[in-house]
């Protein structure tokens, strides 16, 4: 069963603008069985819980239930089940234990302004449980608490600590087993059969855990709250993903926070914990999308990505230093060469005239720092993300770039190369595709944003493309496909690219 734990009432809370027939609907429609209304020391009785049922007009499974706040003298807030009376405010925890011994005391939205309670708090004796989200948290706080929860296994809840109706039930808790009354929910509560309700799904990466946390039930549009935790174990990777994040702020400035095109809005940046909390973006890879999609909805998301592109481009945007493109480049294409030195592959001579011929073009053409602006650095189709807010109106479909970890200063062409190399190597089994949704969807979408481009761009597209086919060509190496057909046909065409500057 879902519960809203923790709502305050304009009929008993100054605190709270929402009436409580209001607040009741709201709740109910977001797909609750149930609510306990919470206001400050203040109880609602068995009669005034039937009359505002009959003026909410929900159906009679729906639980409403009558609790309260209660300020403390030393402990802070907590929210009480079970108590008939309602507490003068000030009255010590162990006094409200002591009379009401078979109550629930669970401590409310203890990380409120950046409280960090300590391990003897959460698990005092005296204690049921902890208010671990709360809409009166911050994301980093919310996510705090998620953290302590898993570490120390205690009691927790979830409550939207609503004022107002418009974020009623966006934090509810989920009991293990159906309860009638009162009484019985705050037995499940000192039993530990409840948690706060949401989704959360790990994803173990390179020197980090990522997870990703949905909150509430879905209400229609599944306008729910989705965050990305990233936790780093390594300084140097922290670094990187700080600076990503750094970088994806100053693009959401720049028009890219809401609307069509988007990247992942950066919530908190928690030094301490090297915890990087990102906005979650709903939606699929747009080469998921393109193999699903009828062929005027793959053009559009084709269109859309290249129009993504274009825009950031437009907004010649200076985030990094313009020095690390040269300074790391060459470095990273000798790297790529490296793979096939170090087990003299067959094709090393050919890789290695490929990797010259790519270092002496940039070496001539980007050591002007006028021709670089803030790039993505990996936009591929696999890096791009198509959603829609509202299932039932296309016009809430969007465009997300994410992983701005390889961003840099860089030439226009740069990204506009990886995409079309990548576009090509990752859809190449799919050629039935590729020809219905040539490039030039993608290109002509790019130059319609008027992106300042010069009048060797086009040549530098394709010295970029060579550039990632080396790099695609490297990765088959690393993992073990050095002899296939696809290493082979990568580089005929970065050759087949570089013949064309």
Known sequence: MLFEMHCHTAEKSKCSSVPVVEL??????RGLQGIVLTDHHAIWSDDELTVVRNQAGVPGHFLIFGAQEVTTKEHGDLLVYGATEAIPKSTPLEQIRQDWPTAALVLAHAYRKWRRPSDEQLTDPLLNGVEIFSSNHG????SRGLSDWHRLRFTAIAGTDTHGVQYAAAYPTIFDHPVNDIMELSAEIRAGRCRPFFKEIPRSGA???VTEVTFGTKEGDENRERIIIRTLTDEHKWKGTERAEKIMAAVASAGFSEGRYRVPMPIEIDPERMTIIEQGIRGKALYDKLLAASHGDARWYLELAGRWLGRLHKSALSVTNPDEFMQREEGRVRNYLSRFEKINHRHTGRARQIAEAIIAAEKENFTFHDSLLQGHGDFHPKNVMIGQDSQENRDTVFVAAIDFGSSLMLPPAFDVGTFLAQYRNQLFGHKELLDRLPESIFMDAYMDEQPPIGDDFLWQVELF???INLSIAAFLIRVGMGES????????EAEQSLSQI
Not at 24 to 29: C, F, G, K, T
Not at 139 to 142: I, P
């Open 465 to 467: 493309r060579a550039r």
């Open 139 to 142: 994301v980093a706080e919310n």
């Open 207 to 209: 020197n980090a855990l």
């Open 24 to 29: 009741i609907r709201r709740v109910h429609a």
């Open 485 to 492: 057909e696809d290493l082979w046909r990568v580089l005929v």
